[in-house]
């Protein structure tokens, strides 16, 4: 369940976190100059969508799992403060989150839980003027691209983020910024492949998708 939960924080922070991305100051200039075509793909693409809606699926692996586990699903996302997964392969796994509140729903258990000022953290943390300054402390990134993607891998340099990841691979489409896939790998062996497809953007989503229980 850890991995659900991980998956929404990064989630909520990818487009600010990207467009923020620099690179240690030894790069070559070749380098900088890849890294100011996607920041400003990545700009561009938060002020033209707002919204959108796909299917994703989720590939789980570990040295304790005798076969890689697959979920597939479907999601809709609105802004970084609202977003709706439903994953119906193998099993039935309902996940909201909206505002402050995520909600976890299987076998007709919901668990809820307050994490909107985890997330405004982060978001804050990634979003001030000492942003860059903050992930070259943080991790040691390099970008690559092919013929459709681009590719940046982040890689913990600090016990902040080293206690619980190994490294985080994001690509992103060449053509409109969009995520393809999110890939984490974490200290505790789960190795998780996110390969996202957006079918929709700005599409207007009905308010009750986002829709979530609060603590009582």
């Known amino acids: 369940m850890q991995t659900i939960p991980r998956f929404r924080l990064l989630g909520a922070s990818l487009f600010t976190l990207l467009a923020l991305l620099s690179f240690p100051v030894e790069l070559a200039a070749q380098t900088d100059d890849l890294l100011s075509r996607v920041w400003a793909g990545v700009q561009q693409a938060q002020k033209n969508y707002t919204s959108s809606c796909g299917t994703i699926i989720e590939t789980r692996t570990s ?5 890689p586990l697959v979920l597939r699903g479907k999601f809709c996302a609105e802004g970084t403060t609202r977003f709706a997964l439903d994953y119906f392969e193998p099993s039935s796994m309902r996940i909201r989150f909206n505002e402050n509140y995520l909600n976890v729903t299987t076998g007709g258990n919901t668990e ?3 994490i909107g000022k985890s997330v405004r953290r982060a978001e804050s943390y990634f979003g001030r003027d000492n942003s ?3 992930l070259k402390k943080q991790f040691t990134v390099t970008v690559q691209e092919d013929n459709r993607d681009y590719q940046m ?3 913990p340099r600090t016990d902040t983020f ?3 990841l190994n490294y985080m691979v994001i690509k992103l489409d060449k053509g409109d910024f969009f995520p393809r896939s999110l890939e984490v790998d974490g200290k ?3 190795n998780s492949v996110f390969v996202i497809d957006v079918t929709s953007m700005n599409p207007k989503i009905p308010a009750d998708t986002f829709e979530v229980h609060k603590p009582e």
């Not at 040295?63 to 076969?67: D, F, H, Q, R, Y």
């Open 188 to 190: 505790s062996g789960v």
């Open 112 to 114: 809820v839980m307050e």
């Open 162 to 164: 080293r206690r619980s």
């Open 63 to 67: 040295s304790l799992m005798v076969k």
């Open 132 to 134: 860059i300054g903050n």
């Open 153 to 155: 891998k982040l890689v």
